[in-house]
């Protein structure tokens, strides 16, 4: 745990960085039940793979700009030329793998029988009885992002694997990864 500035004691790595700390007091770990805000979290979550996350959080708006703010009936439409137009922008990730895998992504998703949220909640586990003490106590992947995964990939989705799914699972309140002693308290899904 780190005591900000302002007194609140936050997990570590929220208070790193100023752009952190709001991710962390606003955002992260706060139910996203939406199909695009579940859809533009797993999008950013593939695209953050082999980086770090304050890298993509700072080109979010860029990819939001960029991806049509994850609309994902609009980027199902993307072409050729939409991925070579992406390959050219600067202000995003410009990784083939990753923009191609955003197109099929969005045309998975606009397939999904129920939408994308109703698939993504299914595997939500129980909520733990307690919050983690540290993040040693806390998993790269559980037997629920394990098995999201698997299902993700049966559907057509690509850079979706077991650590990508269980950090989309922390990120839109699957799961409270906040730290026991962290200020921030959230509603249990």
């Known amino acids: 745990m780190v005591v900000g500035d302002d007194g609140l004691a936050r997990c570590a790595w929220g208070a790193s960085t100023p752009d952190y700390a ?17 859809f533009e979290r797993l999008t950013l979550e593939a695209f953050q793979s082999g980086l770090s996350w304050i890298t993509i959080l700072r080109k ?15 980027l199902a439409e993307f072409g050729e030329a939409d991925v070579e137009r992406l390959l050219g922008d600067a202000g995003i990730v410009r990784n083939r793998a990753k923009i191609e895998a955003a197109v099929a992504n969005a045309r998975a998703a606009a397939d999904l029988p129920g939408g994308i949220a109703a698939l993504l909640w299914s595997f939500a ?17 559980t037997v629920e992002s394990k098995a999201l ?18 950090a989309l699972m922390q990120a839109t309140g699957m799961v409270d990864d906040h730290l026991a002693s962290c200020f921030v308290q959230l509603d249990r899904p």
């Open 149 to 166: 995964a698997k299902a993700l990939k049966r559907h057509g989705f690509r850079f979706v694997g077991p650590t990508t799914a269980y």
């Open 22 to 38: 709001v991710y962390h007091d606003t955002e992260w770990g706060r139910p996203v039940r939406d199909d695009n805000g579940l």
């Open 125 to 141: 586990p129980e909520p733990r009885a307690a919050r983690p003490a540290s993040f040693a106590e806390v998993p790269a992947s």
């Open 60 to 74: 979010r708006p860029a990819f939001r700009a960029a991806f049509a703010d994850f609309d994902i009936a609009k």
